[in-house]
């Protein structure tokens, strides 16, 4: 009925980020066919450019990632929040959206376009390698800067026998 409220002293004592996570490790881990989701992302652009007729399923794509990730990614929620927070995960995203932007426009000001229904779908696939590639690292550095958040705080905790 009545619930503690928290006092600055215990919200200072929480930890926070990464430090916060104590799934196990291989539970945190995104699985491979999740990865095929944000690869269809990635060239979605390049996908609806080479096939318009494909902009409905991937609207069905975009409403079953995010029932996906609300549901059975539920417990991965809190690392991709601590994830976002940091640099180096905004460093790839904007560096992704800078590579899809900066290549059109190299290729404009070189007088070539990707007009075409193959050269469509040859970036759309370039684009999605990237996008995953980019994935599994920023995920692997994540799960070893996890790791040693917890190792690090295995070490200053006092063990209690």
Known sequence: MFRKTATPADAAAAPKGLAAITEPIEELRLPVW????EAVFACAYDLIKAYPVMLPVLGALVVANIVISLTMMRKRLRLAKALWR????????????ALRLGSHFVLNAVGVTVTSTAA???FGVLMAAITVGLLVFTQ???????ESARAKAAQETPATA
């Open 86 to 97: 940091g640099k180096e995960t905004r460093k790839v995203a904007i560096g992704l959206l």
């Open 140 to 146: 692997q550095t994540a799960l070893r800067a996890l």
């Open 34 to 37: 999740f990865f095929g989701f």
């Open 120 to 122: 469509h779908l040859v």
